[in-house]
């Protein structure tokens, strides 16, 4: 599969910061999802992008499709702790396969 | 986890015994993924399956492991004479279509194998 970097790996931060996280790939996707998954649960689908420069908003979590589509942003406003979780990029090709190709994650603590 | 169904939750077994997971996507889905976890790691791409028809395996170690989508009942994926490497958590996800437009896939709450 694709390599994708996401970066921090770990966040420590006091309830009501912002965060900003981000992913990059080797090469181009024309599908960015973010997921959270929450320990010993699956992933859970906070945004999709499919278009290169799109902006959405999901309550306090803005995404972004790079306009090179080798990259993706996670912002989240206003942290509060149930945010703690481990937050996935995921890229998906469609040229080339089914496959989504999953970042290492970043793993977000919240303090309140 | 909207309603795909894995089970069992957690599973151990010793090496060179069989390790048999299975998912039952969502009311009205017919195409089924697998994904393999590893601690610390994300998701890994295993298998596509379409009712009957495995659509990619572009995933799947060639040896040991399969995976079917029956007519009737759950998909199963079936790892024969597991080794300690394959302690994992496994996922299932389900979607309406293929998901090359949408990307959107709905992911149950796992599977953990412990191979002892």
């Known amino acids: 599969g694709q390599q994708l970097n996401q970066s921090p790996q770990s966040m420590f931060i006091q309830e009501g910061e912002d965060v900003s996280m981000n992913c990059t790939s080797s090469?181009?996707?024309?599908?960015w999802l973010w997921y959270k998954q929450d320990p010993g649960e699956g992933p859970v689908l906070l945004i999709a992008?499919?278009?290169?420069?799109e902006l959405t908003s999901n309550g306090r979590l803005t995404a972004q499709f790079g306009i090179t589509r080798k990259d993706s942003f996670l912002n989240i406003s206003a942290s509060i702790p149930s945010d703690v979780g481990i937050y996935f990029c995921?890229?998906?090709?469609?040229?080339?396969?089914?496959?989504?190709?999953f970042g290492k994650g970043t793993s977000l603590l919240v303090t309140p | 986890n909207a309603g795909v169904m894995q089970n069992p939750r957690h599973l151990v077994r010793r090496r060179g015994q069989e390790a048999r997971l299975r998912c039952s996507p969502m009311?009205?889905?017919?195409?089924v993924y697998w994904y393999r976890q590893l601690p610390e790691e994300g998701l890994k791409f295993m298998v596509y399956?379409?009712?009957?028809?495995?659509?990619?395996e572009s995933g799947m170690p060639k040896e040991r492991f399969s995976a079917e989508f029956p007519k009737e009942g759950p998909s199963i994926l079936r790892i024969q004479q597991v080794v300690r490497g394959d302690s994992a958590a496994y996922f299932c996800?389900?979607?309406?279509?293929?998901?090359?437009?949408?990307?959107?896939?709905?992911f149950g709450e796992g599977s953990r194998l412990t191979v002892l």
């Open positions: 009311k009205g889905h017919s195409h």
């Open positions: 995921a890229g998906l090709n469609s040229n080339s396969g089914y496959a989504l190709n």
């Open positions: 399956l379409q009712k009957e028809n495995i659509i990619d």
């Open positions: 996800a389900s979607s309406r279509d293929r998901n090359l437009n949408t990307g959107e896939l709905f």
């Open positions: 992008l499919y278009k290169a420069g």
């Open positions: 090469s181009i996707f024309n599908t």
